[in-house]
């Protein structure tokens, strides 16, 4: 029954080696934690760590700055018991997953935010780290010259609209997991879009928007924050999978996403092991492991879908 899949984001981007690389150390670092008789929770915590910490990614270092410049970052954590802990718009912890842990494990809240935030994950002894990335800063300040000349930028229409030939939207991470003793733990981590107004929380701040889990399963979602928050899109997934089973339920809710345009993919493990995994974006992207076989899925914004089979 035990396996994990993490995702490296739905959106309209193109992955190449470097992501698929992520993907799989993300993929294979968690996976060796529950083999040998690790914690889901370990699991994915150790998988987006690995993803926070490669710059292709959209989360951690890569984070994208906002419209003042700098990097603020979401992440979530929740288990299948609904213990969960987020943290919102954190500017310097390296690993904003490590500090939505820290939230529901030390804390007596759910959500910290801001300047109280990042000296909670100090005082935890949490590493600080400048996360702007060379890429980065360069797409920062390309998306600025952009709206400065009046242009669209994406997601934000009343910033005047960004434009779509820049991979903005690429990539929040995320993860789940079941381990040996049937648990379910998800989570999901993201420097939400470029140029997002400062102090804009997205849906991986928010307990079933982003990051859902019961004893039913667990979802991480990714995509763009504002609709999946409206529609509480992590939860209804797994709402979904309790009624109908991880494939049919994902599939209603991919559909439910469809017609109300929401740009938006997801990965899924049911509590029988059952993963599930889709997108209505040009592309999205992931890996998981199951009895030691690693299968990564690669979908790029021209419709191309590469997918492979090896050992872990
Ligand atoms: N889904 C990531 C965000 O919108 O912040």
């Not at 690995?50 to 954590?77: C, K, R, W």
């Not at 987020?86 to 935010?113: C, F, Q, S, W, Y």
């Not at 400048?130 to 920062?140: G, H, I, V």
């Amino acid at each position: 029954m035990a396996a994990i899949i993490v995702h490296g984001g739905a959106g309209a981007y193109d992955p190449g080696e470097e992501h698929e690389r992520g993907l799989k150390d993300a993929a294979n670092a968690g996976w060796a934690i529950i083999e040998s008789g690790g914690s889901a929770l370990d699991a994915i915590e150790a998988a987006i760590v690995v993803m926070e910490d490669f710059p292709i990614f959209q989360s951690g270092y890569g984070s994208s700055p906002n419209l003042a410049g700098e990097i603020e970052t979401d992440a979530s954590v929740m288990l299948d018991d609904l213990s969960c802990g987020a943290v919102g718009a954190l500017k310097a912890a390296a690993n904003p997953i490590k500090a939505a842990r820290l939230v529901m494990e030390r804390t007596d809240h759910v959500l910290l935010v801001g300047e109280g935030a990042d000296d909670f994950a100090r005082r935890m002894g949490l590493e600080s780290r400048d996360l702007a990335s060379e890429a980065r800063k360069e797409l920062y300040e390309k998306a600025l010259a952009k709206l400065r000349a009046g242009e669209d930028v994406k997601f934000l229409p009343r910033l005047k609209d960004l434009a779509a030939d820049f991979d903005i939207d690429t990539g929040t991470v995320g993860a789940v997991a079941i381990d040996d003793e049937g648990h379910v733990a998800a989570g999901t981590s993201t420097g939400g879009p470029v140029l997002q107004l400062p102090g804009r929380l997205g849906d991986v701040a928010v307990i079933g928007a982003g990051t859902y889990a019961n004893a039913n399963g667990g979802v991480s979602a990714t995509g763009h924050g504002e609709p999946i928050m409206k529609h509480v899109l992590a939860k209804a997934a797994v709402d979904a999978i309790a009624n109908v089973g991880a494939r049919e339920g994902i599939e209603t809710v991919l559909e439910y996403a469809r017609i109300n345009e929401i740009r938006f993919g997801l990965v899924a493990i049911e509590e029988n092991g059952a993963i599930a995994r889709g997108f209505t974006t040009e592309a999205m992207s992931w890996a998981s492991v199951r009895d030691g076989e690693l299968e990564t899925f690669l979908s790029t914004g021209d419709g191309v879908r590469r997918k492979k089979k090896g050992k872990a």
